[in-house]
């Protein structure tokens, strides 16, 4: 049967196959659980068991690293073992069971549910997002459209999870300001399990894509994962309760995986070897970029809990989860204006390269603090700033999110040698853990450390915010100002890549 039989024969809604949309609906609710825990995450850390914000900022960036990281395994996995599917019913049940284990009000429970979480993501998250590409051969001019849709479900998860996860906290609570977070949690797991509800019934839509390989058809292999996932969450437990080390084993790994690149970058050809050189620099930007977006769901979480004059329309008040929800419809409204963008741009032979838009996308993430910290200037005497200051970070951050993880990925997969896509693409999730890591240390200092820290209030506490902010500016600033100006040598190295 020919490619366009095969299309003309297939299930489609919105001339795309049915099956996206399944997949559209299941990543949807997991990004709700991923993001509805998220946004409560370091508030919960503080007022349950009564950690300063330093050391909950801390626990919040070696949670989120470790997210990342164990992903590198989960397509592996996926590969080998178990297949697509069956990974991603595992990795949901999974992360489930994960945040009712949280709900529990006790410190170890709390610790084993963040690593179940873990173990749970690393096998769903991006083996969903492979899935989405089985469903179209090579060269379905559908693709694109297909991934930009899949996209919006993960937005619209993360866009609509703050929202509703805030407000059962303070609807279940006592006191409704004085939120019980695992009421949170609670529609978080019961988000997750909608999605897996999801993925399940429409299974069949999925055209046979992703299933074992026929030698792993057996229960046998979800036995012998599920099992291996139970002996990882001690280790996971480990880690997070010595959130110290993970910061090295995140910079070990890291530099393994960059050594190994430089290395096969210095034997081989000289085209692949420059493409190389590009990859590696364009990947030590990506650390720069995302230790200063993931800011959002930490230190500036509690920014807007402590520093904001929120916005009141009627009976409606915003709470600071509310700000988690921004950057996320931000993507679904300018999304489709940056893609209109870049397409005019390249129509008139002026669209910036892969370099440049990682260059624009760096220096809007300073300029966006650098708006917040020029808003300090109308503090009130309790410290407070209008919201429409960090608003105005959130959209910044958001144009420039859109400059540099849309093209990451394809980024990935246009350098890399193909015989090591795989590997490569590992490399650019490890970036990514270390950035998280990083961006917690950043939100160490905003919490204040040493003594006396804790007792900061109104106005004073606003110090430590410059203290951590001002470097992130220069930084940013810095690096992104350097790629612009570079970026012609450095499209060089990429022999044509775009």
Request: one cysteine or more; a positive charge; aromatic letters at 12%.
């Amino acid at each position: 049967m020919s490619q366009a039989n095969e299309v003309s024969t297939e299930k489609t809604i919105l001339g795309h196959p049915s099956g996206l949309f399944v997949l559209f609906f299941a990543e949807l609710w997991e990004r709700f659980c991923y993001y509805g825990m998220r946004a409560l995450l370091a508030f919960y850390v503080v007022a349950q068991f009564n950690k300063p914000q330093a050391e909950a900022s801390v626990s919040y960036g070696a949670f989120t690293a470790l997210v990342y990281a164990l992903g590198v395994f989960g397509g592996y996995i996926a590969d080998k073992v178990l297949g697509y599917r069956r990974s991603i019913m595992l990795g949901g049940l999974i992360m489930a069971i994960g945040e009712f284990m949280i709900m529990l009000p006790n410190e170890q429970m709390f610790l084993y549910g963040l690593a179940t979480i873990v173990v749970g993501n690393g096998l769903f998250k991006p083996n969903i997002s492979t899935l989405v590409g089985r469903l179209y051969k090579q060269g379905d001019p559908r693709r694109d459209s297909g991934f930009t849709i899949f996209y919006m479900g993960i937005n619209l998860g993360a866009f609509l999870a703050p929202i509703f996860c805030a407000r059962i906290s303070r609807w279940m609570a006592a006191d409704p300001n004085v939120p019980e977070y695992r009421w949170g949690f609670m529609l978080a797991g019961i988000g997750m399990l909608l999605g897996l509800a999801v993925f399940g019934l429409g299974s069949k839509s999925l055209q046979g894509k992703g299933e074992p390989p026929p030698e792993r058809k057996g229960f046998g292999s979800v036995l012998g994962v599920a099992l291996g996932c139970v002996i990882c969450v001690p280790a996971i437990y480990w880690l997070l309760s010595k959130k110290e080390l993970v910061g090295y084993v995140l910079l070990a790994l890291g530099l393994v995986i960059m050594g190994y690149l430089l290395y096969f970058a210095l034997k081989s050809e000289l085209v692949t070897r420059q493409r190389m050189f590009a990859l590696l620099l364009l990947l030590l930007c990506n650390v720069a970029f995302w230790a200063s977006f993931e800011q959002a769901g930490n230190s500036l979480n509690f920014f807007a809990q402590n520093h904001i004059q929120h916005l009141s329309i009627g009976g409606w008040t915003m709470v600071p989860e509310d700000f988690q929800s921004v950057n996320a419809i931000g993507i679904v409204l300018l999304g489709p204006v940056f893609a209109w963008l870049w397409v005019k741009l390249a129509s008139n032979n002026s669209n910036p390269s892969i370099p440049a838009k990682f260059g624009l996308g760096l220096v809007q993430v300073g300029l966006g603090f650098g708006l917040l910290l020029w808003g300090f200037g109308a503090a009130n005497d309790d410290g407070q700033i209008p919201w429409t200051w960090l608003m105005g970070l959130y959209l910044i951050h958001t144009m420039g999110e859109l400059c540099i993880s849309p093209v990451g990925l394809s980024m990935v997969t246009k350098l890399a040698p193909q015989h090591m896509v795989g590997m490569v693409m590992g490399a650019w999730f490890v970036s990514i853990a270390n950035a998280n890591y990083a961006a917690g240390l950043f939100s160490q200092i905003a919490g204040g450390v040493g003594e006396g820290a804790a007792q900061l209030t109104g106005s004073a506490a606003l110090g430590t915010y410059v203290t951590a902010f001002t470097p992130i500016v220069w930084m940013s600033i810095a690096i992104g100002g350097v790629l612009l100006i570079a970026s012609r040598k450095v499209d060089r190295l990429m022999h044509g890549v775009t």
